[in-house]
């Protein structure tokens, strides 16, 4: 079983709709999460980080972290074309240690 | 654009050949990480080096090896290359020693294409 397991799509979705993305990890010791964006043929870049459960919101995105559960989200709201990307989510444990998923190819359809 | 810049993009080479991979971290970062990402594997972890010295190690095979100059820029050298060894390799860069908060900055990646 990997430490962090995340459904690779991909997901298709109309404009405007509310996008869910979801990892599940095993290492309870998973202490910061974190939301990576990466387009077609670039690098992955930081969407959002919380360090605790619960919510995060920045504009259209809110991270969810569910500790107990071992699972985290993304929620895209009002999702846009330009949203179209791989949503990875990551998680770290201690200074020198960071896991990510694999992945999820998420299109957003005008 | 991140700040961090790696060459090649892309990159063909047979069986048995060995490849440089090199990068240049933002401006006044001090960390170096090297990623490889495969579409089955996903972003794998390989190394880490700070200020020149190695400072963590993820599943890096023993044909691979890398280095952080004192200009800060690093390399990655693949030697004895496989097949299995096709797959976009990212650096990224941060101002930390460790992982930190998280926030890595990735360059564009370097395609390499082993037939």
């Known amino acids: 079983q990997k430490e962090v397991e995340q459904d690779p799509g991909p997901l298709s979705v109309p404009e405007g709709a509310i996008v869910s993305l979801n990892c599940t990890y095993s290492?309870?010791?998973?202490?910061?999460f974190m939301w990576y964006r990466q387009y077609s043929r670039k690098g992955p870049e930081l969407l959002m980080y919380?360090?605790?459960?619960g919510n995060k919101e920045d504009g259209r995105f809110t991270a969810q972290v569910d500790k107990s559960s071992k699972y985290i989200s993304l929620f895209i709201r009002d999702s846009q074309p330009s949203d179209s990307a791989t949503y990875l989510c990551?998680?770290?444990?201690?200074?020198?240690?960071?896991?990510f998923g694999a992945g999820t190819r998420l299109t957003v359809k005008p | 654009d991140s700040g961090v810049t790696q060459t090649p993009k892309h990159l063909i080479t047979a069986t048995g050949q060995r490849v440089t991979l090199r990068c240049s971290p933002r401006?006044?970062?001090?960390?170096v990480y090297w990623y490889q990402q495969s579409l089955d594997q996903g972003l794998q972890f390989l190394i880490q080096?700070?200020?020149?010295?190695?400072?963590a190690k993820g599943n890096i095979l023993e044909r691979f090896s890398a280095q952080q100059f004192p200009d800060l820029h690093s390399e990655l050298n693949l030697s004895s290359l496989e097949l299995g060894d096709s797959a976009l390799y990212f650096c990224?860069?941060?101002?930390?020693?460790?992982f930190g908060t998280g926030e890595l900055f990735f360059g564009e990646g370097s395609r390499l294409t082993v037939l």
């Open positions: 990551a998680m770290g444990y201690n200074n020198n240690d960071m896991r």
């Open positions: 080096y700070y200020n020149g010295e190695e400072r």
């Open positions: 919380t360090y605790s459960s």
């Open positions: 290492n309870s010791a998973f202490q910061y």
């Open positions: 990224a860069s941060s101002a930390l020693s460790g």
């Open positions: 401006s006044g970062d001090l960390s």
